[in-house]
């Protein structure tokens, strides 16, 4: 049974920085793409980040790209997303996917329950 549980949500002022983690379990990680994406209720799923199988390729939304980092370990199975200069607009509950390297959430076969962010201003 495949399981993604991410953590490192929480409640943070516009300015700072918070790490997301996800751990997968269940599935074979090293040929998994590994994607965060973000929703707001009443909102589509919005891409975030994905990296690659050996993390050589990253990709990134626009409205992220320089503030935050996706990465990797694959010897830990985990996915890491460290988010800097946080703003307001970045409250929304973050989820892990795994499946075909892509944008698109509904190319991923798996995803985890998500993680709470909240930025105040």
């Known amino acids: 049974q495949v399981q993604l549980v991410e953590s490192g949500g929480g409640l943070v002022q516009a300015g700072g920085s918070l790490r997301l983690s996800c751990a997968a379990s269940g599935v074979t990680f090293s040929s998994e793409g590994m994607g965060w994406f973000r929703q707001i209720p009443g909102k589509e799923r919005e891409f975030v980040a994905a990296?690659?199988?050996?993390?050589?390729?990253?990709y990134y939304a626009d409205s992220v790209k320089g503030r935050f980092t996706i990465s990797r370990d694959n010897a830990k199975n985990t996915v890491s997303l460290l988010m800097n200069s946080l703003k307001p607009e970045d409250t929304a509950v973050y989820l892990c996917a795994a499946g075909p390297l892509s944008s698109n959430w509904y190319e991923y076969d798996y995803w985890g329950q998500g993680t709470q962010v909240t930025v105040s201003s």
């Open positions: 990296i690659g199988e050996i993390g050589g390729k990253t």
